[in-house]
Each structure stands twice: as C-alpha cells, then as structure tokens.
C-alpha cells in the first residue's frame, strides 16, 4: 500500500513558478512509477509528467520545455517544477504511483490556478 499526498499548489501568475511535492508513504517507493497528472474544469485527465523507477522521464506536450519532474527515493518523495506557467495550465494536480503502465495509487490533489 502506497499513500500520496501533494502539496505545493497555489494561485500565482502567468509565467511564474511553483513546484509541487508529492511525498509518499511505503518502503517500495522507489519500485514504482511516478507520475503527474491534472483535470482542468470540464476536460479530461491528463498526463504532464512521469517518471520511472530508472529516472527516465515523460512529459505531455503542452508542459515540455516547462515543467521538470524528479524524484528523491530516499526522501520517498517526488517534484514538479513548473515554470512558464500559462493559464491553460490551471486545474488540479495529480500524483500517482504504479508500475507496467497501470497507477494503482492516487493522491487527493492539489489546486494550480495561473491567472492572466
């Protein structure tokens, strides 16, 4: 069993930063794959980051360029640095760990709003 609980959301202003941290509870942290997701209002969820348990990363094609995703396993802990934020990017960030491309476990979320 795996917990995850993000933080680091907020309001901030477009192309500004912030970096979201998801910590994670469970001494297999480091088997699995990390991934970032978000589900802006009235769309779908989306991928914008993962990364595997060899550090090798992901990235959706809107946040390229943007956004870098890390991972400390000895801090049972994962990053998204975001930077150049646009308000399209505006919706709640996921953290979710798994592994043979299934995420079995999801944390609750947190609030990204970019204003313009």
Known sequence: QVQLVESGGGLVQ???SLRLTCAASGRTFSWYTMGWFRRAPGKQRELVAAISSGSSTNYGD??????????????????LQMNGLKPEDTAVYYCAAGSRGEYIYWGQGTQVTVSS
């Open 14 to 16: 477009a192309g500004g």
């Open 62 to 79: 809107s946040v390229k360029g943007r956004f870098t995703i890390s991972r400390d396993n000895a801090l049972n802990t994962v990053y």
